[in-house]
Each structure stands twice: as C-alpha cells, then as structure tokens.
Antibody, heavy 113, light 107 residues
C-alpha cells in the first residue's frame, strides 16, 4: 500500500533553515509528481510546491518562492523540501502528497525565537 | 492563479440531515476538483475526485457534482462520525489551490 512518511520538522529560529524529507513506498515513486502542502495551526490547507516525476520542472507558491526548494532522489524514493530564511508565518504542519489523494501524516515546523 | 471560494465556512446540522457545501472556482476548471475530509490532528482524506467520483471505500452518503466553475458536495444523511472540516481543491492548474474549508458540527 502507498506510504508517505515525512520527517525533519522541529523548532527553528527566524532566518534559519530546515530540510524536510518524505520517504515513499508502495508505488513507483519515479513515475509520479509530488507535492508539499502545509497547514498553519488552526488554519486551512495551503499548497506549497510541486515537482514533476523526473525533477525536470518545479513550481512554488508565491509565499515561498525564492526561499524554499523542492527536490527528489528517485534512487532513494525520497522527496525533499529545503526551507531557508524561515519566518514565523512558515510555522505549520507540512505534508507531502501524491496524486490520487495519498498524503503523509505530516511533520510540524515551528519558527520561533 | 485560480481562487476557490467555499461556503459556508461553518455549518451546524443534526444527525440525519442533508448537508450541502459549495465551491466556486474563479475560472473554468472543467471537473478537476477534489473534496477532502479532515479530522483534528489527521491528514486530509480524499472523498471525491474529478468532481463527482467517490473514492474507494468512502460511504455512498457522500457525493459531489458540478463542472466548470460551480461545484457541490453533499452528505445525504449526516452521521456523528462526519464531524470534520471539508475542503475543495482544484487541480486544473498549478498552484493547486484549496477552498477555505467548511467546519461541520453537530447541532
């Protein structure tokens, strides 16, 4: 069965960096585009970034463009989100997601001094 | 970017009631629309895809309709376990935007 497991969340100071990972299993990872979606505490869902199956194209929400980088390693079945210049408003649960409605359980990122 | 306007933002209904949520896209998205259910502390769960197709294993009391810019999500007979927040999401064009959510409560 499809499994997506995020890791790498934690507490970071404003201006800091963090790298999230999403380990995928149960499907042919290299054949699917992948997304990151986030949810601030008590708020709605916000799409963050998308990467095509082969990493050839990447798309970002305006709110993270220039600060976040999505990438993937198809040999390791792993999706990444490098987050730099973090702000308090980036505090959220970050989910990785695959087309077809499959989501991970999420990892919490807290940006606070 | 496509904006998704979902209403109402909250809804209180009784067990057995018929519940309807609407979602309007700022431009034509054909039928590229998902409906998700999210319970506290959990990841969203896909209920409906392609505007009207029921995901495998989802109870038949859930349904979706619409195309173009106007969409409707319906629970035909509300059950206590349906208490959650519901979101629409378009996947016609990136960014794949979500509606603001509808928090459903039992009256």
């Amino acid at each position: 069965q499809v499994q997506l497991v995020e890791s790498g969340g934690g507490v970071v100071q404003p201006g800091g960096s963090l790298r999230l990972s999403c380990a995928a299993s149960g499907f042919t990872f290299s054949s699917y585009g992948m997304h990151w979606v986030r949810q601030a505490p008590g708020k709605g869902l916000e799409w963050v970034a998308f990467i095509r199956y082969d990493g050839s194209n990447k798309y970002y929400a305006d709110s993270v463009k220039g600060r976040f980088t999505i990438s993937r390693d198809n040999s390791k079945n792993t999706l990444y989100l490098q987050m730099n210049s973090l702000r308090a408003e980036d505090t959220a649960v970050y989910y990785c997601a695959k087309a077809g409605g499959y989501w991970g359980q999420g990892t919490l990122v807290t940006v606070s001094s | 970017d496509i904006q998704m306007t979902q209403s109402p933002s909250s809804l209180s209904a009784s067990v057995g009631d018929r519940v309807t949520i609407t979602c309007q896209a700022s431009q034509d998205i054909s039928n590229y629309l998902n409906w998700y259910q999210q319970k506290p502390g959990k990841a969203p769960k896909l209920l409906i895809y392609d505007a009207s197709n029921l995901e495998t294993g989802v109870p038949s009391r859930f349904s979706g309709s619409g195309s173009g810019t106007d969409f409707t999500f319906t629970i035909s007979s509300l059950q206590p376990e349906d208490i959650a927040t519901y979101y629409c999401q378009q996947y016609d064009n990136l960014p794949y935007s979500f509606g603001q959510g509808t928090k459903l409560e039992i009256k």
